[in-house]
């Protein structure tokens, strides 16, 4: 079975540009997340999707950032325009549990690069 | 603020020795605490979940602690091996699926 899968694995861009991320997450999985993960420090959960339906973006600044999750499967993130402080790396994660305690299943991530 | 602490120092031991890591958690009742592996340059990967009203889990090496009085788990890895080189990761979590990792600690076995 194919685990997580994003894209790109990295990604260097000048400040200012915009930049999107993409996921897919494992089959059947209803539930997606998308962390972000600075050098030294844990996953920090920027959206969680139930199906189409964003769940929890409390996280996420909607200044610049903003995800989609269209026929409830693969997910994009975007951000526009990246600043420096957004060099990180970008996780996905899916889950098949709904409401309550499941593993979560990540992707290798997508490291940016702000310049 | 929830917050969760995980020791921020490196963790070296001996080959064959016992590795324990400790996750303190303040200021939330997790309803389930799981704890993740991660190596350099990829994504954590699941380890174990233990639930508050179990107090143990063991999986082959691995045995995990959860002391909801104390706000701790504790992770320990027996016979360790070079390969369990990595940084684990603590994940408490709440009802609603809300799970939050702390910051991890970088384990070093040396042979």
């Known amino acids: 079975e194919a685990g997580v899968v994003q894209s790109p694995r990295y990604k260097i861009i000048e400040k200012k540009q915009p930049v999107a991320f993409w996921c897919n997450p494992i089959?059947?999985?209803?539930?997606l997340y998308w962390y972000l993960q600075n050098l030294g420090q844990g996953p920090e959960l920027l959206i969680r999707y139930e199906n189409e339906e964003a769940v929890d973006d409390s996280q996420l600044p909607k200044d610049r950032f903003s995800a989609e999750r269209l026929k409830g499967v693969d997910s994009t993130l975007k951000i526009q325009p990246a600043e420096l402080g957004d060099s990180a790396v970008y996780l996905c994660?899916?889950?098949?549990?709904?409401?309550?305690?499941?593993?979560?299943?990540f992707g290798e991530g997508s490291r940016l690069t702000v310049l | 603020s929830q917050k969760i602490e995980q020791n921020s120092e490196a963790l070296n031991i001996q080959e064959g020795k016992t590795a324990t890591l400790t996750c303190n958690y303040t200021?939330?009742?997790?309803?389930?605490l799981q704890w993740y592996r991660q190596d350099p340059g990829r994504g954590p990967v699941f380890l174990l979940l233990?639930?508050?009203?179990?107090k143990e889990k063991r999986k082959e090496r691995l045995k995990v602690t959860f002391d909801t009085t104390l706000k701790q788990s504790l992770f320990h890895i027996t016979a360790s091996q070079p390969a369990d080189s990595a940084t684990y990761l603590c994940a408490p979590g709440t009802g609603g699926f809300k799970t939050i990792f702390g910051a991890g600690t970088r384990l070093f076995v040396k042979a």
């Open positions: 200021n939330y009742s997790p309803a389930y």
């Open positions: 089959s059947g999985h209803n539930t």
């Open positions: 994660a899916s889950s098949l549990s709904r409401g309550h305690a499941g593993e979560l299943f």
């Open positions: 233990i639930r508050e009203n179990e």
